[in-house]
Nanobody, 123 residues
Framework: QVQLVESGGGLVQAGGSLRLSCAASGRTLSIYRMGWFRQTPGKEREFVAVISGSGSMTYYADSVKGRFTISRDNAKDTVLLQMNSLKPEDTAVYYC????????????????WGQGAQVTVSS
């Protein structure tokens, strides 16, 4: 059973930066395409960014393009999300998961999600 662990969230003013980290126990992440998602209360979880296993391919939701950067350190088996120029609308709980392409979207592979990392951006 894989356990995903997100860390690095916090409270930041608009325009600030945060870096999230994703690690796992029970599974090696380096063999998977990995993605970040976010969720706010009452809304469905939405896709944020994806990175290939090698790190050579990345793709972002339009809402974060140019501000967020996804990367990975396969030696440490971690996936990172650098978030710059944060906006109040980026406030959410952020989750990571392995993903696959399905029907034009990115679908999570693991059924279990981590506890997420709370990101709060004040105006």
């Amino acid at each position: 059973q894989v356990q995903l662990v997100e860390s690095g969230g916090g409270l930041v003013q608009a325009g600030g930066s945060l870096r999230l980290s994703c690690a796992a126990s029970g599974r090696t992440l380096s063999i998977y395409r990995m993605g970040w998602f976010r969720q706010t209360p009452g809304k469905e979880r939405e896709f944020v960014a994806v990175i290939s296993g090698s790190g050579s391919m990345t793709y972002y939701a339009d809402s974060v393009k140019g501000r967020f950067t996804i990367s990975r350190d396969n030696a440490k088996d971690t996936v990172l999300l650098q978030m710059n120029s944060l906006k109040p609308e980026d406030t959410a709980v952020y989750y990571c998961n392995a993903v696959l392409s399905r029907g034009g979207t990115w679908a999570p592979i693991f059924d279990s999600w981590g506890q997420g990392a709370q990101v709060t951006v004040s105006s």
